[in-house]
């Protein structure tokens, strides 16, 4: 018989403690720094309602893999879209915009 090894973290080596919720073991540090590394955008109602809107209108369409191009609320512009960057006005000053959030509904 064999010695059990305690499994570990697959990025320090550390001992495993804590499960990810998408099943992938990392330990707690690894885990906080990817949170840290990769927040979670949080978009408001109004931008969540105006992806949706743009969806159902047509106004998003997939050109590459992970890549969309947008059009502006009235229509007049096309931005390159991604579900981490877009190139409207907001995206410039790297806030959120509902154009990244459409891009992530239907990615």
Request: aromatic share 6%; net charge positive.
């Amino acid at each position: 018989m064999g010695i059990m090894m305690r499994p570990r973290c697959p990025r320090c080596v550390r001992p495993l403690k804590f499960r990810t919720q998408d099943g992938h073991r990392t330990c707690l540090l690894c885990t906080v720094r990817c949170l840290l590394a990769n927040p979670r955008p949080r978009f408001s109602a109004r931008q969540l309602d105006d992806a949706v809107e743009l969806i159902e209108d047509g106004g998003i369409v997939q050109v590459a893999p992970g890549e969309w191009r947008t059009v502006s609320s009235n229509g007049t512009a096309i931005f390159a879209t991604t579900t981490t960057r877009c190139t409207c006005k907001a995206g410039a000053y790297s806030r959120r915009c509902y154009h990244v959030a459409a891009a992530r509904m239907v990615a």
